[in-house]
């Protein structure tokens, strides 16, 4: 079978189908896979024994200038690279217009969500076959359900695969006597940001208890949050290069333990099982969280938490922005974290 998935972004939603691809290698042993996902992205697929061959796509940049789009040839490009092959199945497991509208361009046979399943109703309108997922669960849940439901085998009940950590086996054990906690301190949101005394108290916390602390950063905010909280302790506290996500992924899978916001590269930890504490405030984890082993969920207990809103809209007295992380101090996170690295190291 010659299956290819649309699934172009986000980076948390692209890692949310591995499992479902996982699921399907195991009833179709001879499963040939290839995926259109956004460029940022492109690494990802690669990383699973299913996938054959990754199409990047660049809806994002395009949207913003498409007569050079068009002009310079790329979106012809990338047609002609999509309706190569004839695909025994086309599964669509984003359920957006953005997604269908690559559905419908490609050959074969078109699947996807129906208009009461999809997050854009409109969708469902470009697949020759639609099928009902329940929304009241996990994405990973989801995508296993459709894919199963496609594909037409028993929906698994084992826990998620996502097909990738062989790729992510240090040549070495890392070294142990300075055991490392990664810090996943940036997100896109304003109201997802865990402020930043509360990291500087962790990071505090983390060293003294013998540490190493390490942060990633992508813009520069976040580059200067890294550097304030490397300022407390050089030499136990560095930032992780800016680099791949393939390099990231590497240092996610050799830490002890890593604290992270609502983020992308938490649910590659997950993804990693990475034994992990994820902070919610403004959003909650039930349908988009964390999914998987030695994943452990904090969330804020405030009035209008959680919102879902990328402006906080709260007026009353705090002590921290955003508000609703108030009742969630380094402290409690700390006890969270020295509980999960202890059972870890039992088990």
């Given at each position: 079978?010659?299956?290819?998935?649309?699934?172009?972004?986000?980076?948390?939603?692209v890692?949310?189908?591995?499992?479902?691809l996982?699921?399907a290698?195991q009833?179709?042993?001879?499963?040939q896979?290839?995926?259109v996902?956004?460029?940022?992205?492109?690494?990802?697929?690669?990383w699973?024994p299913?996938v054959?061959?990754v199409?990047?796509?660049?809806?994002?940049?395009?949207?913003k200038?498409?007569?050079?789009?068009l002009?310079?040839g790329?979106?012809?490009?990338?047609?002609?690279?999509l309706t190569?092959?004839?695909?025994?199945k086309?599964?669509?497991?984003?359920?957006?217009?953005?997604?269908?509208f690559l559905?419908?361009?490609?050959?074969?046979?078109?699947c996807?969500?129906?208009?009461h399943?999809?997050?854009e109703?409109?969708?469902?309108l470009a697949?020759?076959?639609?099928y009902?997922i329940?929304?009241?669960?996990?994405a990973?849940t989801?995508?296993?359900?459709l894919?199963?439901?496609?594909l037409?085998?028993?929906?698994?009940?084992?826990?998620?695969d996502?097909?990738?950590?062989?790729?992510?086996?240090?040549?070495?054990?890392?070294?142990?006597?300075?055991?490392?906690?990664i810090?996943?301190?940036?997100t896109t949101w304003?109201?997802?940001?865990?402020p930043?005394s509360?990291?500087?108290?962790?990071?505090q916390?983390?060293v003294?208890?013998?540490?190493n602390?390490?942060l990633?950063?992508?813009n520069?905010?976040e580059y200067q949050?890294?550097?304030?909280l490397a300022?407390?302790?050089?030499?136990?506290?560095s930032?992780i290069?800016k680099?791949?996500?393939?390099d990231?992924?590497?240092?996610?899978?050799?830490?002890?333990?890593?604290?992270?916001?609502?983020?992308?590269?938490?649910?590659?930890?997950?993804?990693?099982?990475?034994p992990?504490?994820?902070?919610?405030?403004?959003?909650e984890?039930?349908?988009?969280?964390t999914y998987?082993?030695?994943?452990?969920?904090?969330?804020?207990?405030?009035p209008?938490?959680?919102?879902?809103?990328k402006?906080?809209?709260?007026r009353?007295l705090?002590?921290?922005?955003?508000?609703c992380y108030?009742?969630?101090?380094?402290e409690?996170v700390?006890?969270?974290?020295?509980?999960?690295i202890?059972n870890?190291?039992?088990?």
């Open positions: 079978m010659h299956l290819l998935i649309i699934k172009t972004s986000s980076l948390g939603d890692i949310h189908t591995l499992p479902a996982t699921d290698l009833y179709y042993p001879d499963l896979c290839d995926w996902v956004e460029e940022a992205f492109a690494e990802i697929p690669t699973h299913a054959k061959r199409m990047p796509v660049a809806l994002r940049r395009w949207r200038h498409p007569w050079q789009t002009k310079s790329t979106w012809h490009q990338f047609i002609q690279t190569q092959q004839h695909y025994d086309i599964i669509d497991a984003q359920g957006l217009l953005k997604s269908a559905a419908y361009k490609a050959r074969g046979l078109r996807g969500l129906n208009r399943s999809a997050r109703p409109l969708a469902a697949y020759q076959q639609r009902s329940p929304k009241n669960q996990h990973v989801r995508v296993r359900q894919f199963a439901t496609v037409d085998y028993p929906v698994s009940d084992t826990p998620p996502y097909g990738i950590i062989h790729h992510f086996q240090p040549i070495s054990k890392p070294d142990q006597k300075w055991p490392t906690i810090f996943l301190h940036g304003p109201t997802k940001h865990w930043d509360y990291w500087l108290a962790l990071a916390k983390a003294g208890a013998g540490f602390v390490r990633p950063w992508g520069s905010q949050r890294a550097q304030q300022s407390l302790n050089p030499q136990k506290i930032l290069p680099s791949n996500l393939h990231i992924a590497m240092e996610l899978a050799q830490a002890r333990a890593i604290v992270g916001v609502d983020t992308g590269l938490a649910h590659l930890a997950a993804a990693l099982a990475v992990s504490i994820t902070l919610y405030g403004a959003t984890p039930g349908r988009t969280g998987g082993q030695h994943q452990t969920h904090l969330r804020t207990h405030f209008c938490a959680p919102c879902f809103n402006k906080c809209t709260y009353g705090s002590t921290v922005f955003p508000a108030e009742d969630l101090s380094a409690q700390w006890n969270a974290l020295s509980l999960k202890n870890d190291i039992q088990s």
